[in-house]
Nanobody
Framework: QVQLVESGGELVQAGGSLRLSCAAS????????MGWFRQAPGKAREFVAA????????YYADSVKGRFTISRDNAKNMVYLQMNSLKPSDTAVYYC????????????????????WGQGTQVTVSS
């Protein structure tokens, strides 16, 4: 079965950096786009970033553009989210997700387009 396991979340001061990782198993990882979403306390889950199957196309929410970078290593079945210049408003549980449309040309930002989700990792940014 498909499993996505996030790691790397922790408490960090504003202005700091974190790198989140997501390990995928149970799927031919290199065929599928991956995304990162987040959910802050009391708020709906929101899109953060996505990357296509080959890593050649990325898409970011306006709120993180220029600060966050999504990348992937298909040889290791891993997707990453490098987060720089963190703000208290970035505090949330971060989830990775897999879009199981093989070799899709779409880099999706909508939750229904993703088929599998991880359990999430907590990121807390203190002011």
């Amino acid at each position: 079965q498909v499993q996505l396991v996030e790691s790397g979340g922790e408490l960090v001061q504003a202005g700091g950096s974190l790198r989140l990782s997501c390990a995928a198993s149970g799927l031919t990882f290199s065929r599928y786009a991956m995304g990162w979403f987040r959910q802050a306390p009391g708020k709906a889950r929101e899109f953060v970033a996505a990357i296509n199957w080959s890593g050649t196309s990325t898409y970011y929410a306006d709120s993180v553009k220029g600060r966050f970078t999504i990348s992937r290593d298909n040889a290791k079945n891993m997707v990453y989210l490098q987060m720089n210049s963190l703000k208290p408003s970035d505090t949330a549980v971060y989830y990775c997700a897999a879009d199981l449309r093989p070799f899709s040309t779409v880099v999706a930002s909508n939750e229904p387009e993703y088929d599998y989700w991880g359990q999430g990792t907590q990121v807390t940014v203190s002011s």
